[in-house]
Structure formats: C-alpha cells, structure tokens
C-alpha cells in the first residue's frame, strides 16, 4: 500500500501544475509505464532463474515446486501482467485524448502506485524463498495444504525435502538452519497426526469416509517420516552435536504422546527410537543424552497417563516398550560402570510405579499387567543389588 499512498501525496501537488503541463506530462508517460512494467517483469524472471537453481541445489530442495504452488504469486503476477495491458491498451485509445488533463495524469499517477505496490509484492515473495529459514516454513504450509486436500501422498515429499535441508545444513555447519528444519518436521508430523485423529473421530461421515486416511497408511507414513528424522539425528551424533540430539529427544517424545493420543499402537516407533538413541548415546560414553533419553521416556509415559483415555484392548503396548527400553539403558550404563548406584537406576521404574497407582488407572485391565512388569524388573534390581552388596570391595592398587 505504499506506492498506493505515495501516489495519492503526489496527485496533491498536480494541483499546482496547468492543465497545459498536465497535457504534455500525460502524453509524455502514457505509453512507457506499462511497456517499462512488462520488460521489468520479464526481466525479474530471468534475474531470479539462476538464484533460485542453486538454492534448489544447494539447501533447499523442490524450491521451484514450491513456488509453482504458490497462488498468491500467481495472482500477482497474472493482474500485474493484465493490467499492463489493459494500461497498453488505454494508453493508445482515442479514450485518452478525450479525458480532461488533470484525471488522466491522477489515473496514471495511481496506476504507477497500484504496479509498485504488486510489483514490491511480487520481488519480496520471490526473495523469500531464497532465505532456507523462510523456506522450511514454507514447507510446512505446502504440507498442511496437501492435508486440507486429501493429498497425504505429497507429504512425503515435503518430509523428504525438510530431513535434506536438515543434512545439507549439517554438512555446512549451519545448525540452526537444521534445527529450525527438525522443529518443522515435528509440526508437520503432529497436523498429519490431527488429520489421522479427525478421521477416526469423524469415520461415520461419508465425506471424511470417501478420503480417510487408513490405519495402515498412518502407520506407514509415520515410520517413513520417523526414518527420515533418525538420519538427521545419526549425522548430527556423527558430528558430536549434543545439543541438536538432545533437541531430537524432545522432539520424539512429544510426537509419541501425540501418536499416542491418536492410536496408541502409533506411539511404538518414536519410543524404540529414543530407546535406540539412549543405549547408542551410553555406549559412546554421551551419559547426559542418555540421561535425557531416560527422562524423555519417562515423562511421555506419564503424559499419556495423565492427559489420555486408551481402550483397554490397546493400552499396554507403549509403556511394555517404554519399561523394556528403560531397562537396557539402565544395564548398558551399570556394564559401563559396577560402582553405580542400583537405586538411582532403578529410579524410573519406581517413579512409573506411582503414576500407574492412581485410582484414574485402577480401571483399565492392562494397568495389572504393567505394575506386574514393573515389579518383576524391579525384583531384578534389588536382587542385583543386593548381589552387589555380598560382594567384596574392590582392592585399590597402590
């Protein structure tokens, strides 16, 4: 709106000018604005091809697929294009020479104001997509969009171009760039994950029924969009970044609650994901990541408890995972390290012990099932400890 508002500030002072000047200055520009609009127009898409391949090429992939999707840029470029013409043509009627002076220079003048302002539109909306940042976001909009549509299909591809960035970005050093791509990826799983959920509380319709989102194909998609974050993860472990892994941890851990709150069976691979990366994180002797892994495990398992109502038939899968994750990182770390304390380790057995004690818990029939796993690894432990408690101190070397 600025070239709109210029222009009207600059009608004000044709007030001043005869209708003479005003003759001569209307009949000078009346044919070069829109010839100028036209060429520049043209030339912005040859100056921006280059530009944008090696983005496509070098971090952000399916660029041009983005904005080949891009309607507000289309729009922009089409009036641009048809009211040049239209300004062409104008400017060529015997329509021109019969208009009193003065309001054929103010409809040029605003003419001039309305092209600045879509042409400004035009040249921002194309630069954005030359900064990454704003391009993985717009790759979480496009996949949103394909959502709303039904087309979960071209999710894939979006996931896909998301994880590159995030490996490209790693190859080069730019970790927030890889970071902002792994926060987007996580948004983009959790709106799949809502459309998954919609689809199941809204199977009775018709409308949803004719384009719903099978079981199968959810779990597929998940695991395929699970893949791609772990081959993030491995190069970010690869390149010793503690900080982007532990970022990936957290991430993992709120898409399980979330796939958990859709199907609870959903919720198996982000956790054996985490479990996965806190015994590889405790063998490679990263014991905070571990920890963190440990934690995550822990604190989504009591989520679930808290905020979500399974069905008896499926309840259990999630937290046996969770409890049988738990006790191999335990036992990695007590093989790295004898002089461990058993109580510590058996800590998050216990405090998964409480939150399954609550009386919301008493009435699910798996709830037995799983304090009766918890009890038997704990037995474990204190049978271990008090194995280690027999044993004679360790005879220091002088």
């Excluded at 500030?9 to 000018?17: E, H, Q, V």
């Excluded at 005003?22 to 530009?51: D, G, M, R, T, Y």
């Excluded at 970010?236 to 958990?260: H, N, P, R, Y």
């Amino acid at each position: 709106m600025f070239g709109i508002a210029t222009s009207i500030f600059f009608l004000l002072g044709l007030f001043f000018l005869h209708s003479d000047e005003l003759n001569e200055i209307s009949i000078a520009v009346s044919p070069f604005i829109p010839l100028l609009v036209l060429i520049f127009q043209l030339f912005l898409a040859v100056l921006i091809f280059n530009p944008l391949q090696r983005a496509e090429y070098g971090m952000t992939p399916r660029i041009f697929e983005l904005l080949k999707n891009d309607t507000s840029f289309k729009r922009a470029n089409i009036f641009l294009f048809s009211f040049s013409l239209i300004l062409l043509f104008f400017s060529f009627s015997p329509l021109l020479a019969k208009m009193p002076s003065f309001w054929t220079v103010c409809f040029w003048v605003l003419s001039f104001g309305v092209i600045a302002d879509v042409f400004y539109f035009i040249v921002k909306r194309l630069y954005s997509y030359l900064d990454p940042f704003t391009a993985v976001k717009l790759f979480t909009s496009n996949a949103k969009k394909s959502l709303n549509a039904h087309r979960e299909e071209k999710l894939s591809d979006w996931m896909e171009s998301l994880s590159e960035i995030a490996l490209k970005s790693l190859d080069k050093g730019n970790f927030s760039l890889s970071s902002s791509a792994i926060n987007e990826s996580s948004h983009l799983i959790n709106a799949f994950l809502d459309a998954a959920q919609n689809t199941q509380e809204h199977k009775e319709s018709s409308k949803i029924k004719s384009a719903q989102i099978t079981a199968e194909e959810t779990n597929y998609l998940l695991i395929f969009f699970l893949d791609r974050l772990e081959s993030v993860y491995n190069k970010a472990f690869e390149k010793k970044d503690i900080s982007l892994c532990s970022q990936m941890m957290t991430v993992l851990g709120k898409i399980a609650i979330k796939a958990a709150q859709t199907n609870p069976s959903y919720s198996n691979y982000p956790i054996y994901l985490i479990g996965k990366f806190s015994r590889e994180a405790e063998e490679k002797g990263f014991n905070d990541l571990s920890l963190k892994g440990s934690c995550t495990l822990v604190e989504l398992s009591k989520a679930i408890v808290e905020n979500f109502s399974p069905p008896p038939q499926e309840f259990k899968a999630p937290f046996l995972s969770v409890i049988a994750h738990l006790d191999e990182i335990a036992k990695a770390a007590f093989k790295k390290d004898k002089s461990l304390n058993i109580k510590i380790l058996s800590y998050p057995f216990q405090d998964l012990k409480t939150s399954f004690q609550v009386e919301k818990m008493a009435s699910y029939q798996d709830t037995q099932l799983i304090l009766n796993e918890l009890n038997s690894v704990l037995s474990e432990w204190d049978a271990l400890e008090g194995v280690m408690k027999m044993m004679p101190p360790p005879v220091k070397k002088e």
